[in-house]
Structures are given as C-alpha cells and as structure tokens.
C-alpha cells in the first residue's frame, strides 16, 4: 500500500465544495511550498525591523544601518553638561567595522569622533562622488554630501546647501542662472549643460555654500568633537587625520587649514579642507539662527566662499585660521614640491585628485593597511619615483623659482619679474638659448634640482616635482621641456635617512608628543 504521505488528497467537503475536481500534490512540494512561506514571512520581519532603523523611509544601505546600530552621538545638551571631551571613551575603543561588508575597511581607524563634509555641484558629482563612495567613504561612519542641488547617488543623499540663501539673492542675482536651470532639467544635467559655461556659473555659484553647507551641518548633526571640510576632488588621508587629532583638544577654539589670503584676509583654502572643532562651530551656529543669511548679500562681491568663510568666523566669533600646510595641502602627488620643508612631514589632505588619483591614494592605503600616517616621502617613493628619468619632452615639470631670459625679447611682465638679471655665470647667461644650455645652468648651480624650457625660457627649481603633460603644439620653439638632475635628487634623498627626528604636527595642544 503506497504511504499517505506520498500523497495528499483534498477532500471535497464544506470548506473545499466549491473546488471543480480534487487536486493531488507530491509530498515533496508540500516541503517545498511551505519552506518559500516560511523565507517569505522570515524576509517581511526583517524588513520591518530594517525601516524601524533606518529613518525618514529611505533606502537602507549597509553604511545607514551601520550608523543606526553605532554608538550613539553625544547631543549639544550632553556636551553642555560634560565638560570631559565628547567620545573620550568610543575613541578609546575600535567601533564596529565593516570587515564582514567589506574586508578592506577592516582596519580602518576609527574615525567617530570626526565628521567628514563634502562639497560638490550638481554638474560635477557623479563625475566625483561614486569614486569616493567606493573609497574612504565606505570605511567612514558617517558623513555629509552637499552641492547646489538635492540629488541621490547610490541611495546616498546630496543635500542643497543653498535652498536657505535669501530669495532676494537667488532671484535677482546672475550667479544663481546655474542654480535655476539645472533644477529645471528633464534629462541629466550634462546634456542641459552642454551649451553653457558650466565652469564658470559652477565657480560663481559655489561661493555661497561654505557657510550655509557649516550651517546645516551642525543642524544636523551638533554631537562631533571635529569637523572636516573638503571638496569633491580632495583626497583624505585618514589614518594621518586621526594620528594628529591626538594631539588635539576639540573643547578650544580651532579653525585649521593651508593658509591663502584674499588681500590681506587669511582664509583656509577649501579645497585643500579645513578642519573645525567643535567648540568653534558651537560658538558660531549654537543657539542662532539665520547665521549663514548674514553674509549673502556680501559674499555677491567677493570671489571665494572660504575667504567669506573665514571673514564670518572672525566677525561671529574672533577665531582665526591657523596655518597646517604641508599637513594640509593643495597639491596631489605628481605635483607636490619634494624638498627640505615637505619631505619628512605628514599628510593629512591633498587637492585637485581626479577619480584614478583617489583610487591609487586608496588602493595604497589599504596595502599599507591603515597602519600609520602617510608622510609626503612615502607619495614621493610609491608615485613619483619609478617615473624619474633625466628629461621629458612636452612636459611641464614647474620649474619657476628662478627664470633665465633675454630681458630684451617680448616677455610677460611677470616673467620678467621672475628672472636673475645680475651676477650671472656664463652658463646662466646663456641658460635662456636652449634646452641643453638650461640643463648646463642647472647643473652647475649647487641648489638645482631641475630645469624646464619653453619659448626662451629657463626655468629651474630648488625642489623637484614631477609635473603634467603638455600639448606639443606647431611650433618647436614653444615646445615644453622638462629635465630633472637624477644624481643630485638620490644623493639628497639618501641624506634624508629615515626622518625619525623630522616628525612634527604644525598645531597641536598636547606637547606630550
């Protein structure tokens, strides 16, 4: 007699009737009909119990559910009532890393107590953002995007960082023509763009955002002991940032970047990033509103947003930037200045990185495994190295610390400015004739790393950088040339010896260290 169990008969009965025949089902789909319900209801509770995390009914990604179950960020009544530093004890710890997510965040630092800000425009933030998404961001706990426009990439929010400037700005003012038509794009906003200036509109737009976007961000989020600045094009190296941080007290008043000066108003440089603590963000925005509203009407008539940044810091709080370059700079590997005053130091920023730059500062992180600060010696030896060779044509190596020209030819003003005019050698008297008389001048001065030619000019350089290509051109008498003295640059590399005694931060508040 077959088993009652190979098969399963529906009766014909009150609660069955209405069924046409009876239905037979093999055992096996039994088990397998009730194995798809139980996953079914099992997937429904966890999805339930990810929407209870996760806030507002967005996308739970992995980094918002990793924010949701970390540590709970200290708010401003907590930090009013403490007079300890915030995250003196989660900074003690190893917070919880993604090493099941993704291994190479594994031995990320713990970066809690730091609030990473980054600014870009709507027409440039898919070109920048996902390489940084893929990057250190992925490794961070959170962060902040801002831009002239809301967007969402990968589930991760951009926010508008100027919906709050005045109407009377945005409505009337040329520099908001960007702001309005890309809000009005059907399509993406390279094709809307494609007639436009885009460069230019992006440049006068950008200005109004830096104290909007500081605004916001502590609206958003007031629990951080520092916060960081940095543009969509700025590499951040963060085992450097947390080593220093150490020797930091976020509870004084700290404005910190790589100084430039718009007449005589220092500022810190943005995309190079500046860094905040929070007593200083806690003295301009805490217990204010409208802050940011102040200055856009001034901020028309001037070029930059960090300058107006730093002018709204002193008028708001009297704090001041204090310089950190090299720590925090401009530059990116292949033009960086290797020399006496930059090559044992660390590295905390580094500036105009495109997407592959950022992927290799990455990649030679992670081989380094986030084990120590990353000082400028090391980009030298990992980027800039295995491509030294004693000369390259259509090249621009930087070389500008001294010219050598004929003052008699039609010259820039500027490059004349720049040029030696007296006690010249004979080599330097004839250095402006050729490439190879710019290479004879070079080498016979003792602080002459290398040498670069270019329409009858002589330039050389009391440090070495490596440069960027150039465009040949028609015409060989304008043609680029670029020399660098290889023998002279190991020799002064190997005086270096290992920088033990050359580590220093350029501000710090414990001198333990």
Known sequence: MPNILDKQIWPS????????????????????????????????????????????GRYCNISELRKKLGPKLPSESDLADNNTTAFDAPAKQK???????????????????????????????????????MTNLKCLPDFLLFSDMAQSIAGFSIHDSLD????????????????????????DQEQCNKHHDVASQGWNLDKYKNIHMAEKTYQMRPGYDWYLFVDADTYVAYPTLMEWLKVLDPSKEHYIGSVAYLGSLPFGHGGSGYLLSRATMHAMFHGKTG???????PVQHTCCGDAMFSQALKDETGVEVVNAWPVINGEKPHTLPYGEDEWCQPIVTMHHTVAEDISDLYAFEVERKFSKPLRIKDLYHRFMAPHMIESRPDWDNLSGDVYYLNVTANHDEGDIARAKKDGLSEQEANAHQSFDDCKKACLSLSNCFQFRFQNGICGIAHKFKHGRPTKKGDDDSKRYMSGWNIEKIKSWIQEQGDCKQHF??????????
Not at 27 to 56: H, K, P, W, Y
Not at 99 to 122: Q, R, W, Y
Not at 505 to 513: A, E, G, Y
Request: one cysteine or more; aromatic letters at 8%.
């Open 164 to 187: 709050t400037v005045i109407d009377s700005v945005k409505q009337t003012n040329q520099d908001f023509e960007l702001y309005h038509r890309q809000k009005q794009c059907p399509v």
């Open 13 to 56: 009965s009150p609660t069955f009737g209405s069924m046409a025949s009876p239905r037979i089902f093999p055992r096996r789909n039994v088990v397998v009909i009730i194995a798809v319900f139980s996953l079914v209801g099992l997937l429904m509770l966890t999805t339930n119990n990810m929407g209870q995390i996760c806030e507002d």
């Open 95 to 133: 917070t919880s890393q993604p090493s099941a997510i993704d291994h190479e965040c594994a031995l990320f630092p713990n970066t809690s107590s730091v609030l990473t800000v980054m600014k870009t425009g709507a027409s440039e933030a898919y070109s920048k953002i996902p390489t940084q998404l």
């Open 291 to 297: 802050v940011a509203n102040k200055f856009d009407e």
């Open 504 to 513: 220093k931060w350029p501000v710090k508040d414990s001198w333990t260290r």
